[in-house]
């Protein structure tokens, strides 16, 4: 249960950022979306909002907070589980509570503000789905999310970053069905995240080539997979020298997407945005280079028996 | 240049029903005839349709691609698309990838789709997701019933400057027509409310109702000329005793055009969910009687799919009822959607009358011509089950097989026992094509008449209309050869077919400021570019309406 931005922007009365920090890594956040902004039905603006932020260590963003709730390091997931028995009325015990370095007064509390918030959105970050638990806590709180449904409006979403990684996301899945994690080694698209993700593939050594677009594993993968990325021929098209074009077979210098070539970028909600680029670059788009690569490749014999006639079986 | 021989040609618009003779094609469109250079196909012993045409389904946009993260687990069950040096790879499933449904689309003989809802702030997403469907033609409704800025006139009796914002909304999404979900309720939802009653005030309004928004929608669809109605998703959808709801809309729409999207989601009688019964009778009964109302199905079909409708607060429903995944995305003052997987049952009491319902509407209104074969793909089935529904309405003894699956009370709740209505081969054309063809306005679609868009599917002439239907012979799309034997030989690109209504341009002096306080994005970046959409053609607005 999601929602485009702009829905926090006029109704959000009660907004938990968890395992974030948007202050330093998503510096407008605040004040073009969520908190100072004046809303169609909250038109006092940032006087209007409570915000909550749920983190373990006291960041930049705890400043904006109208509270912050310090959570014990690798129990985000305990204290979804209390929050989510709390909203049901259930009962649970102090010694629970205390596990998550928090009292059951300030848990009750904060289930008895989201319960009385008119529309609330609980945003989360990498503190919350990287952690110890990694995707059954970004599971919990959007459970949570969904439950908190039952007594009011809530809606959850995830603080995606790192530039248009939501578009990938969103092409990937209508041309594939799947967002990540996708095998085409069969002619169809399979997914296994753990088996087909990136950084297995290359820890594990399946692929012989590696083609980087956008991305700098180079600079954030672990050791084994940047030293297969050495070992085997890499292709990186990208405007800068990066980590990774330096231990790349071939780097393809290309144009900056919204600066010098046009496109879409997506927002973390998926709303699309179009690129207007206000200069001129010596250098192609991306597209521009993967349509010639593309063509090129499609020149070449197919490596798999194509049939004429008859529907293929599976 | 193409001369196709030999077959039974069905082309109701025409008044061939049956009828052995030559097709002619030259440059993409029906011609009276051609040289005898020309490629001939032999249809002898098949049949010959116009291609098909879905007035409602959903094959592009953020909600659906929204439904195709939440079930990765349909997606490993359904048939792979192969890469071949055709086609691209892709899945079908529940909620086909974009280049699958071209594929199973023109497979299947249909030629043409409308994306039946569209919010304008993702318009320019959905038009990428229809650039990358092959080989069908395209076009969508966008979604007004639940725009804050259209209610928010509507509630200060700005009738006029609505209809100025409405034509604005359609061509600044390079949409074909204005589709209105659950008018109002959507609205609700946003506060986790709804509004079931025609007559109830919107929660967070003073005075706008359903009634408002819908009476004000149709006069703006038939004012500004569009070729297609308004197309309308009635108020509470899917509950016992609805039928009373959406037979008032229908009174409301008198002395104008009206779509009436998947009827069969609104037409129940009972109390509860223990009571259900079929009310397709008194449904069936005003609409025979009222032409100025269109309608398509929305049948159901045992088995899984995935549901997706703007219509949120339902989908809160469904989620509690069955207790399986929900994903809700509120649009920011224009609509919401939710998307919940969902498997028919034939045990299922509710599913049974559902199934039933559907079937029922389209026996009981005996007029094929505004009658439309959909499933509200993939809300009631996927489309690739089409062939499936076209067997039950054309053959009676296996509906009676179908119906002992069910218990005695469901039995009791249906009328489809009685009904002995089978179609013919030419109400199939119709209800398959011509009928959408006309309802949608397009003139060029479906019929084989000198002119019309070369899109013809060619099927083997056996008993069983299911196979019959499943696998074309041939398929031709604009004069081109695209499917023979079973298989895809060539993948062209579609066109998207949009319309301009007539607009005070200084309507955007109006937009700008509100947009500005009210969205997060410039008002620059909010309409969709004639640049963005591939193959765009546009169409006149000069629907002839009644007043």
């Keep these: 249960m999601t929602c485009t931005l702009g829905e926090v922007k006029n109704r959000a009365d009660f907004i938990i950022y968890w395992g974030g920090n948007p202050a330093e890594c998503h510096p407008r956040h605040f004040t073009r979306y969520t908190l100072t902004q004046k809303g169609k039905f909250l038109p006092r603006g940032r006087k209007d909002r409570t915000m909550v932020l749920v983190d373990i260590r006291e960041t930049m963003s705890a400043k904006a907070a109208d509270i912050f709730l310090q959570v014990r390091p690798g129990k985000d997931f305990e204290m979804l589980t209390i929050l989510r028995a709390l909203v049901k009325g259930q009962t649970v015990s102090a010694e629970a509570a205390a596990e998550t370095g928090l009292t059951l007064e300030q848990l009750q509390d904060l289930v008895n503000r989201m319960k009385a918030a008119k529309f609330g959105v609980l945003f989360f970050g990498m503190g919350l789905s990287m952690t110890r638990g990694k995707h059954m806590n970004s599971a919990a709180a959007l459970i949570l999310a969904a439950e908190l449904n039952a007594y009011t409006k809530f809606v959850a979403m995830p603080m995606r970053g790192h530039g248009n990684v939501t578009g990938a996301d969103v092409v990937m899945r209508y041309t594939f069905s799947y967002p990540f994690g996708i095998s085409l080694t069969r002619g169809y698209p399979r997914f296994n995240p753990g088996e087909y993700s990136t950084i297995d593939l290359l820890v594990r050594g399946d692929n012989d080539a590696t083609l980087v677009l956008g991305a700098d594993p180079g600079a954030t993968m672990p050791k084994p997979a940047i030293e297969h990325l050495t070992r085997t021929p890499t292709i990186v098209l990208d405007p800068k020298v990066t980590h990774t074009s330096r231990l790349a077979r071939v780097h393809i210098t290309t144009s900056v997407a919204g600066i010098s070539a046009p496109g879409t970028a997506y927002r973390m909600d998926e709303v699309p945005m179009p690129l207007r680029p206000p200069l001129k670059s010596p250098y192609p788009s991306d597209e521009e280079v993967m349509k010639k690569i593309v063509a090129a490749v499609q020149k070449k014999p197919a490596w798999y028996p194509v049939t004429r006639t008859g529907a293929q079986v599976t | 240049m193409l001369r196709i021989t030999g077959g039974k040609v069905y082309d109701p618009k025409n008044g061939v029903d049956g009828v052995v003779q030559d097709v002619c094609v030259a440059g993409g469109k029906v011609v009276a005839s051609v040289d005898a250079s020309a490629r001939v196909i032999d249809a002898r012993g098949m049949i010959v349709f116009p291609g098909g045409v879905d007035v ?492």
């Design chain 2, 56 to 547: 409602h389904t959903h094959i592009g946009g953020a909600a659906l691609n929204f439904a195709r993260g939440l079930i990765p687990e349909q997606h490993r069950k359904a048939r792979p698309i192969f890469h071949t040096p055709q086609c691209r790879a892709g899945i079908a499933g529940s909620t086909p990838t974009t280049f699958a449904t071209g594929y199973v689309y023109a497979g299947m003989g249909w030629t043409t789709a409308n994306e039946a809802a569209v919010p304008l702030i993702s318009a320019k997403h959905t038009h990428e997701e229809l650039r990358d469907t092959p080989i069908i033609d395209k076009c969508c409704c966008v979604l007004m019933a639940n725009n804050e800025i259209i209610l928010d006139l509507l509630e200060n009796d700005e009738f006029e400057r609505a209809k100025q914002v409405a034509g604005w909304q359609v061509w600044a999404a390079k949409a074909y027509g204005i589709k209105a979900v659950n008018p109002g309720g959507v609205a609700g939802w946003k506060w986790g409310k709804d509004c079931k009653g025609l007559n109830d005030v919107v929660p967070g309004y003073k005075k706008v109702t359903p009634a408002t928004i819908i009476k004000a929608l149709a006069d703006i669809a038939d004012q500004l000329s569009l070729p297609h109605p308004i197309h309308l998703h009635c108020n509470n959808l899917g509950a016992p005793g609805n039928y009373t709801t959406t037979l008032e809309t229908m009174k409301l729409l008198e002395g104008n055009r009206a779509h009436m999207a998947h009827l069969q989601y609104h037409a129940y009688g009972g109390d509860d969910w223990y009571t259900m019964k079929s009310a397709a009778v008194p449904i069936a009964e005003y609409f025979n009687t009222h032409p100025n109302l269109t309608c398509d199905a929305g049948a159901v079909l045992f088995g899984d799919t995935v549901t997706i409708t703007a219509d949120g607060p339902w989908q809160h429903l469904l989620h509690e009822l069955t207790g399986r995944k929900w994903g809700n995305l509120d649009v920011e003052n224009e609509t919401g959607c939710g998307v919940v997987p969902y498997t028919y049952k034939e045990k299922n009491l509710v599913n049974a009358i559902q199934w039933a319902v559907g079937l029922e509407l389209m026996l009981l209104i005996t007029d094929p011509w505004r009658v439309c074969l959909t499933t509200d793909h993939p809300n009631g089935a996927c489309f690739w089950r089409y062939p499936e529904i076209v067997r039950l309405l054309m053959d009676k003894e296996f509906r009676k097989e179908q119906l002992k699956a069910f218990s005695d009370k469901a039995r009791a709740g249906m009328v489809l026992p009685d009904l002995d209505r089978e179609y013919t081969l030419g109400e199939i054309a119709i209800i398959t094509s011509a009928a959408p063809a006309r309802t949608l306005g397009l003139a060029q679609k479906g019929h084989l008449g000198i002119g019309a868009d070369a899109d013809i599917a060619i099927f083997n002439d056996v008993k069983d209309p299911m196979e019959m239907f499943s696998y074309p012979r041939f398929v031709f799309k604009s004069g081109q050869l695209i499917v023979e034997e079973g298989e895809i030989r060539n993948s062209i690109e579609g066109s998207q077919f949009a319309t301009r209504p007539d607009y005070d341009p200084a309507i955007e002096d109006y937009l700008r400021p509100l947009f500005q306080q009210h969205y997060t994005m410039s008002f620059e970046n909010y309409p969709v570019t004639e640049e963005c959409v591939h193959g765009l053609e546009v169409h006149a607005c000069n629907a002839c309406v009644s007043k």
